[in-house]
């Protein structure tokens, strides 16, 4: 099952902003943007990012490879207490 990353603001928070997305301590893509602009500093202005990929730079070919994350299946086993039926308690 893939799944991706909201981050969104609800008010204004500067003209420039930027989010970057870690999992597990691994660095896997980020966001920016600029020129966000407020009549009033309380206006609700809101920036919005979606993450759905790891990106890496292909150094060689100078481009972005973008990987979907993915949830992977978990191999839980066979509980202890699955295997203890109630009479032997």
Do not use: P
């Not at 979606?50 to 509980?79: C, M, V, Y």
């Amino acid at each position: 099952m893939t799944f991706s990353v909201k981050c969104k603001t609800t008010g204004f928070i500067g003209q420039g902003i930027a989010a970057f997305v870690f999992l597990d301590g691994v660095y896997q893509a980020n966001r920016n943007q600029l020129g966000v602009h407020s009549v009033n500093q309380r206006d609700s202005t809101s920036v919005e990012f979606i993450f759905r990929q790891k990106e890496e730079w292909d150094r060689r070919e100078g481009t972005i490879i973008g990987r979907e994350w993915k949830f992977s299946d978990l191999d839980t086993g066979t509980s202890i207490l699955m295997l203890i039926s109630v009479e032997d308690i």
